[in-house]
């Protein structure tokens, strides 16, 4: 079969940085950030967190093809901050927002364990 294996859809190859950034050359405090190993799932997510930032002007993604696994995150900001700083301000808000939820779920799946 011509189907690339399973795994390479998951795992980042040896020498290729998870996460790379390049400064646009036309655009004022514009960006692109390649995510490698990702697909919908995220960009979709980081997308709209990136849309609640009031200093984001632009933030979209897109996969280049079906058989790429990376998507590429398009960034542009206002001049009070960079896509860097969007960026990580995005990440980490979806990280505590995300170990809210976790917790919620756990101490739900807790409280009605005990009723068994």
Same mark, same amino acid.
């Given at each position: 079969?011509?189907? %690339?294996? @399973?795994?390479?859809?998951?795992? /980042?190859?040896?020498?290729?940085?998870? /996460?790379?950034?390049? @400064?646009?050359?036309?655009?004022?405090?514009?960006?692109?950030?390649?995510?490698? @190993?990702?697909?919908?799932?995220?960009?979709?997510?980081? @997308?709209? +967190?990136?849309?609640?930032?009031?200093?984001? !002007?632009?933030?979209?993604?897109? !996969? %280049?093809? %079906?058989? +790429?696994?990376?998507?590429? /995150?398009?960034?542009?900001?206002?001049?009070?901050?960079? %896509?860097? +700083?969007?960026?990580?301000?995005?990440?980490?808000? !979806?990280?505590?927002?995300?170990?809210? !939820?976790?917790?919620?779920?756990?101490?739900? /799946?807790?409280?009605?364990?005990?009723?068994?």
């Amino acid at each position: 079969m011509n189907a %690339p294996d @399973r795994y390479e859809r998951f795992v /980042v190859p040896e020498g290729t940085k998870k /996460v790379s950034y390049e @400064r646009d050359t036309k655009i004022i405090n514009a960006a692109t950030f390649t995510i490698e @190993r990702e697909d919908h799932t995220i960009g979709n997510i980081l @997308r709209m +967190q990136l849309h609640r930032d009031e200093n984001v !002007l632009f933030a979209g993604y897109k !996969l %280049p093809h %079906p058989l +790429q696994y990376k998507i590429l /995150v398009r960034i542009h900001t206002t001049s009070q901050s960079s %896509p860097m +700083q969007a960026y990580n301000q995005a990440i980490n808000d !979806l990280d505590k927002e995300l170990d809210h !939820l976790k917790n919620a779920f756990e101490n739900e /799946v807790a409280k009605h364990a005990r009723d068994f």
